[in-house]
DNA sequence: GCCATTTGACCGCC
DNA sequence: GGCGGTCAAATGGC
């Protein structure tokens, strides 16, 4: 990939802000190690100050990312979009089998070589249950295939929404050889349809009342109007919320309810946009369906968790509750972003375990979120 | 009849 | 040439 001036220019200054945003988070972190167990009320406001210090200087991070995109990408949908697939959909032809031309559907190329690519692992909670994991989202199931080496088929889903509205996004489902209750689910795309992202909890709770796919269940969706700002909803959560980080002593790696005291202080918990499926602008694609959300996606994951996970490499979050199911699968989506994809996040709640990987595939990626001197241990290096 | 799933075949990439 | 990803006809359920 290659990079203008402008860009350069861009890019420097997207670095700057984020080394300020680094140096906040250390200050945040710095103000912790003091509050062991429970943390005085001032050092709680100080820290909630920081936090919000540090969510305005990622989303002005998040903004000069998009005009670096801009400039050099300049398609409206993002940088996701490879030539290919930008290019043939303005042919706009029927898409029918050309031995001239590579196959197309709609303007989706057949290999989308340079679409975000990610993977998350789901555990559930019986290993004998047939149903393939639900993320909320509507999927049509269109292929399925043996794999070589595995032992279970590898299941193909598009968007339902794929022909309506051109969403480009799909998924890989595979059962996993070693644990029959893990399933590796490969994302592809992001979603452009403006479908209402059900919540998993609702779907396990109606698979396990009817017996039938997750998919098949229907969750009233969140209104905007009952959008919580940051401190309604760490309220709402701050009972049940608990936040693991590998590799750091037990004692100092969970909190509960009010205790805010460790580095999880400083993660200030994603709220999904209640329109639907979560945005995922922190790689600097797709756009907030309309009326989304009043949050910076930068506000979703706070630095001060992204440094310990490039540290660690492995943490898990385990969120309770009515509202945790949904949470905690979108506050994955943004965490492995943050944390660029030498890192992995696992997400523990009652009848799901996530895990976060994302490929190098796509390398703006890497330029807006990898943490390449910090993080070096990735396996999948440059790109 | 509509829609989702299944499954064999086709085709691109490595 | 083999493998993986997708297509599309056939099939089944509602």
């Given at each position: 990939m290659q990079e203008g001036g402008g860009a350069d220019v861009g890019m420097h200054l997207l670095l700057g802000i984020l080394a300020d945003g680094e140096e906040q988070a250390r200050r945040l972190l710095g103000e912790l190690?003091?509050?062991?167990g429970q943390l005085p009320l001032p050092a709680k406001e100080c820290c909630r100050a920081v936090a919000h210090q540090l969510r305005c200087t990622l989303g002005k991070a998040i903004a000069v990312a998009k005009a670096i995109e801009a400039a050099h990408g300049g398609g409206a949908s993002g940088t996701d979009s490879p030539r290919s697939a930008e290019e043939s959909s303005g042919a706009g032809g029927v898409a029918t089998r050309d031995a001239t031309q590579p196959q197309e559907s709609q303007g989706i190329p057949?290999?989308?070589?340079?679409l975000p690519r990610w993977t998350e692992k789901f555990r559930i909670?019986?290993?004998?249950?047939e149903y393939t994991p639900d993320d909320g989202l509507s999927w049509r199931k269109y292929g399925q295939k043996d794999i070589l080496g595995a032992r279970f088929p590898r299941g193909y889903y598009r968007c339902t929404y794929r022909n309506a509205q051109g969403c480009p996004a799909t998924k890989q489902v595979q059962r996993s050889d070693a644990d029959l209750a893990v399933f590796d689910v490969t994302y592809q795309g992001e979603h452009t349809c403006h479908q209402i992202k059900q919540r998993p909890a609702d779907a396990v709770a109606a698979a396990r009342d009817?017996?039938?796919?997750?998919?098949?269940a229907t969750a009233a969706p969140v209104t905007?109007?009952?959008?919580?700002d940051d401190v309604q909803l760490l309220a709402s959560f701050k009972n049940d919320l608990r936040v693991d980080i590998g590799g750091l002593p037990p004692a100092s790696s969970s909190f509960h309810g009010?205790?805010?005291?460790?580095?999880?202080?400083?993660?200030?918990y994603p709220y999904a946009s209640s329109a639907g499926f979560?945005?995922?602008?922190?790689?600097?694609?797709g756009q907030l369906?309309?009326?989304?959300?009043?949050?910076?996606?930068?506000?979703?994951?706070?630095p001060a968790v992204a440094t310990t996970l490039a540290d660690s490499d492995y943490f898990s979050v385990t969120l309770a509750g009515t509202r945790g199911a949904p949470v905690a699968s979108e506050l994955g989506e943004v965490v492995s972003a943050a944390t660029s994809s030498s890192a992995t996040a696992a997400f523990d709640y009652p009848m799901y375990e996530y895990q976060y990987q994302l490929r190098h595939d796509d390398d703006d990626l890497d330029t807006l979120f990898g943490h390449p001197s910090s993080s070096s241990h990735g396996q999948h290096g440059d790109a």
């Amino acid at each position: 990939m290659q990079e203008g001036g402008g860009a350069d220019v861009g890019m420097h200054l997207l670095l700057g802000i984020l080394a300020d945003g680094e140096e906040q988070a250390r200050r945040l972190l710095g103000e912790l190690p003091a509050a062991d167990g429970q943390l005085p009320l001032p050092a709680k406001e100080c820290c909630r100050a920081v936090a919000h210090q540090l969510r305005c200087t990622l989303g002005k991070a998040i903004a000069v990312a998009k005009a670096i995109e801009a400039a050099h990408g300049g398609g409206a949908s993002g940088t996701d979009s490879p030539r290919s697939a930008e290019e043939s959909s303005g042919a706009g032809g029927v898409a029918t089998r050309d031995a001239t031309q590579p196959q197309e559907s709609q303007g989706i190329p057949k290999r989308r070589k340079g679409l975000p690519r990610w993977t998350e692992k789901f555990r559930i909670a019986d290993a004998s249950l047939e149903y393939t994991p639900d993320d909320g989202l509507s999927w049509r199931k269109y292929g399925q295939k043996d794999i070589l080496g595995a032992r279970f088929p590898r299941g193909y889903y598009r968007c339902t929404y794929r022909n309506a509205q051109g969403c480009p996004a799909t998924k890989q489902v595979q059962r996993s050889d070693a644990d029959l209750a893990v399933f590796d689910v490969t994302y592809q795309g992001e979603h452009t349809c403006h479908q209402i992202k059900q919540r998993p909890a609702d779907a396990v709770a109606a698979a396990r009342d009817g017996g039938h796919h997750p998919l098949a269940a229907t969750a009233a969706p969140v209104t905007p109007s009952q959008e919580p700002d940051d401190v309604q909803l760490l309220a709402s959560f701050k009972n049940d919320l608990r936040v693991d980080i590998g590799g750091l002593p037990p004692a100092s790696s969970s909190f509960h309810g009010h205790d805010v005291s460790n580095s999880a202080a400083g993660f200030s918990y994603p709220y999904a946009s209640s329109a639907g499926f979560l945005p995922v602008e922190y790689r600097g694609q797709g756009q907030l369906p309309a009326g989304g959300s009043c949050f910076s996606p930068a506000s979703f994951v706070s630095p001060a968790v992204a440094t310990t996970l490039a540290d660690s490499d492995y943490f898990s979050v385990t969120l309770a509750g009515t509202r945790g199911a949904p949470v905690a699968s979108e506050l994955g989506e943004v965490v492995s972003a943050a944390t660029s994809s030498s890192a992995t996040a696992a997400f523990d709640y009652p009848m799901y375990e996530y895990q976060y990987q994302l490929r190098h595939d796509d390398d703006d990626l890497d330029t807006l979120f990898g943490h390449p001197s910090s993080s070096s241990h990735g396996q999948h290096g440059d790109a």
